[in-house]
């Protein structure tokens, strides 16, 4: 779950504040984003179908990651999946059907996580957004100029998916 990507790193390749800089110097693929229909949907959907909607690709794709903080925000992520659904037992077909036409959820399997949460963020509680905050900053490290990065023995840089 890197920063967004730096600038100066995509149109130069290289960055004049190098570790420093707040932004992520790691090649990422393009980014995927929703189409029109996919995004008018997501914007039709309450907070608790948004949630219900997106959690499930976030939790798949932490899964990968064998990671005792990513775990703790799994966890966080899979109870408010659980209260999301008990609070919304009704079942609107109509909105379901939209679902399925415009194959929202194929979209959303090709996404990072990043992007994922970007789009989950708005419906997000805020201790929730907190810890995704401080597992993100350790995810990439940020030096100052000059600085070196050592790392200990079998230790090892995280990234995200």
Same mark, same amino acid.
């Given at each position: 779950?890197?920063?967004?990507?730096?600038?100066?790193?995509?149109?130069?390749?290289?960055?004049?504040?190098?570790?420093?800089?707040?932004?992520?110097?790691?090649?990422?693929?393009?980014? &995927? @984003? +929703?189409?029109?229909? %996919?995004?008018?949907?997501?914007? !039709?959907?309450?907070?608790?179908?948004? $949630?219900?909607?997106?959690?499930?690709?976030?939790?798949?794709?932490?899964?990968?990651?064998?990671?005792?903080?990513?775990?703790?925000?799994?966890?966080?992520?899979?109870?408010?999946?659980?209260?999301?659904?008990?609070?919304?037992?009704?079942?609107?077909?109509?909105?379901? &059907? @939209? +679902?399925?036409?415009? %194959?929202?959820?194929?979209?959303? !399997?090709?996404?990072?996580?990043?992007? $994922?949460?970007?789009?989950?963020?708005?419906?997000?509680?805020?201790?929730?957004?907190?810890?995704?905050?401080?597992?993100?900053?350790?995810?990439?490290?940020?030096?100052?100029?000059?600085?070196?990065?050592?790392?200990?023995?079998?230790?090892?840089?995280?990234?995200?998916?």
């Amino acid at each position: 779950m890197c920063n967004a990507p730096c600038v100066h790193m995509l149109k130069n390749g290289s960055c004049h504040l190098g570790f420093a800089c707040g932004f992520c110097h790691f090649v990422h693929g393009r980014k &995927k @984003k +929703l189409d029109k229909s %996919q995004r008018s949907i997501l914007q !039709e959907a309450d907070t608790g179908q948004r $949630l219900a909607i997106i959690l499930p690709h976030i939790i798949q794709k932490m899964a990968q990651l064998a990671d005792p903080e990513v775990g703790k925000l799994a966890h966080m992520l899979r109870q408010q999946l659980q209260l999301v659904t008990e609070s919304s037992r009704e079942n609107n077909d109509n909105f379901h &059907k @939209k +679902l399925r036409q415009v %194959q929202i959820h194929r979209s959303l !399997e090709r996404m990072n996580c990043s992007a $994922l949460f970007d789009l989950a963020m708005p419906a997000l509680p805020e201790n929730i957004l907190q810890t995704f905050a401080a597992v993100q900053s350790q995810m990439f490290p940020f030096l100052s100029p000059g600085e070196q990065m050592v790392l200990p023995e079998g230790s090892v840089l995280k990234f995200w998916l």
